[in-house]
């Protein structure tokens, strides 16, 4: 053999013995990559950590329930302020402010005048008025009495007073009865079935109760004349 392949197979040779010892050892070696990955995983039997909470935002806004709703009264409905008069008359005027009036009855006992004015007011609040007495005491305007045929001119003339004065202040629906009281000025209306037919009034109450009062205590009677001499 010649020097130069010689020399070859003898570092041929010192590789593959150094090469072996190194190969052994790889063998022995527990792999790191299957060591690592057996730590990753957690131990059987615990949880896993819980999941980090995302940021919080800013607070739900909570709608709070509303209190219950009180019930309360329907507004009242603008009431007029106590009529003046009727029909242009006003309270305590003598038969003489209208000389459109008729006497009709005179009361000595009571001291009352009343008249019927053919040319007056034809209708109260759109109920037409049949026939309207106008009552005075000791010649000054107190009372009014209006006469009307039908429900429908009650239901008309209620709805009226209603509009114009408010609810009543006093009223029996059973009975068809129904009645205002405007400062010094008392209002009824009334029907009556059995008759179909109704009434509206206006008493100006301060000359009403002295009327009364004249009646009871025999006042407003005319007295004697003297004889003569």
């Given amino acids: 053999m010649s020097f130069v392949p010689r020399f070859v197979a003898i570092l041929l040779l010192v590789f593959v013995a150094a090469c072996a010892p190194a190969a052994r050892n790889a063998s022995k070696t ?3 990559p299957a ?16 999941a980090k909470a995302a940021p919080a935002g800013p607070p739900a806004t909570v709608q709070a329930t509303p209190p219950p709703l009180t019930q309360t009264a329907p507004p009242a409905v603008a009431q007029a302020g ?10 305590g005027a003598p038969t003489s ?22 040319q007056g007011p034809k209708d109260i609040f759109g109920a037409t008025v049949r026939e309207a007495y106008y009552e005075f005491f000791k010649n000054q305007f107190y009372h009014i009495w209006i006469n009307f045929d039908g429900m429908a001119a009650y239901e008309t003339a209620l ?16 009975k068809y009865y129904h009645a205002w009281t405007i400062g010094e000025v008392n209002i009824y209306c009334a029907f009556h079935p059995d008759l179909n037919e109704g009434d509206v009034s206006f008493f100006y109450q301060p000359l009403y109760e002295r009327m009364v009062a ?3 205590t025999g006042s407003a009677k005319p007295q004697p004349r003297s004889a003569k001499p």
């Fill in 30 to 32: 527990p792999a790191k």
């Fill in 35 to 50: 060591q690592s990955a057996a730590k990753a995983q957690p131990a059987p039997g615990k949880a896993a950590p819980p």
């Fill in 159 to 174: 709805a009226g007073l209603t509009r114009t004065y408010g609810p009543p202040t006093q009223e029996n629906r059973d």
């Fill in 214 to 216: 004249a009646r009871k």
């Fill in 97 to 118: 402010s209208q000389p459109g009036l008729a006497q009709f009855d005179v009361s000595a006992e009571n001291g009352t005048t009343t008249c019927l004015w053919p």
């Fill in 82 to 91: 106590p009529p003046p008069g009727f029909g242009g008359i006003p309270w």
